[in-house]
């Protein structure tokens, strides 16, 4: 069974920076995408932002030139690095990896940011 730890959640206030991350237990040659998702409380889950395994990206109208998603040399740890928070990205989030050739996906167990003042 494939683990994900993610870190990094917290309460910041609007304009305030915080740094989500992922560590996943298992190999970098089976991960097709690594990414990030999250949920406000009464929507649904909605894509933030993903990372494929030739270093393409694709980020959710709402954050871009805010959030920038990165992996670290071995690629099975993914980063969220979020500036100019605002109230409206309050939510979970969750961090998730997709197999290749499988399709599999997998999921973090989420970590909650809280922005307020």
């Known amino acids: 069974q494939v683990q994900l730890e993610e870190s990094g959640g917290g309460l910041v206030q609007p304009g305030g920076s915080l740094r989500l991350s992922c560590a996943a237990s298992?190999?970098?040659?089976?991960?097709?995408?690594m990414g990030w998702y999250r949920q406000a409380p009464g929507k649904q889950r909605e894509l933030v932002a993903i990372?494929?395994?030739?270093?393409?990206?694709n980020y959710a109208d709402s954050v871009k030139g805010r959030f920038t998603i990165s992996r670290d040399g071995a690629k099975n740890t993914v980063y969220l690095q979020m500036d100019s928070l605002k109230p409206e990205d309050t939510a979970v989030y969750y961090c998730?990896?997709?197999?290749?050739?499988?399709?599999?996906?997998?999921w973090g167990q989420g970590t909650q940011v809280t922005v307020s003042s």
């Open positions: 998730n990896v997709e197999r290749k050739w499988t399709g599999d996906a997998y």
């Open positions: 298992l190999s970098p040659f089976y991960i097709h995408t």
């Open positions: 990372m494929s395994s030739t270093g393409n990206t």
